[in-house]
């Protein structure tokens, strides 16, 4: 390697290394109304109750406007989710769960994606939920819960 490239390339591993070192979680409980977190702690309030109409109450009304998107959520997305929904949970009462960051998803303020962390697989890289703004608060897209 030409000597022009090993300090640039040393000073972007360690620029690298740093960011990958994450910061304390926060620690989500009891999450104000109409925020981001509010829509998550429904849906885990949702699947600790094996309710999907809760569930979707979470959601975005443009991803459950037809039968066919309401079924595929819930074969796919709610099934996984009940299963192994307590894997984020610090606590279930008051549903207690840590988000790692957050971040607005592309150039639109009115997206955002939080990331969750896994309290029972520690190693495993947090998990996305997409959020989108609505009327009455924030409200699911997709969830990789």
Not at 85 to 102: F, G, M, Q
Not at 114 to 131: E, S, W
């Amino acid at each position: 390697m030409d000597k022009q490239y090993r300090m640039p390339l040393a000073m972007l591993f360690v620029a690298l290394l740093i960011a990958g070192v994450a910061e304390a979680d926060e620690v989500v409980t009891n999450p104000a109304s109409g925020t981001p977190e509010a829509a998550i702690s429904t849906a885990f309030a949702a699947a600790l109750g094996n309710d999907f109409s809760k569930y979707l109450d979470a959601v975005h009304p443009e991803h459950k406007q037809t039968a066919r998107q309401k079924n595929e959520r819930q074969k796919y997305e709610w099934q996984r989710f009940q299963k192994q929904c307590r894997w984020y949970l610090k606590a279930e009462n008051p549903i207690t769960y840590a988000v790692v960051s957050r971040r607005e998803e592309g150039s639109k303020p009115s997206r955002v994606v939080v990331f969750i962390r896994d309290q029972k697989n520690k190693n495993r890289m947090p998990v996305p939920v997409r959020l989108k703004q609505h009327s009455s608060g924030w409200k699911i897209v997709v969830s990789s819960l």
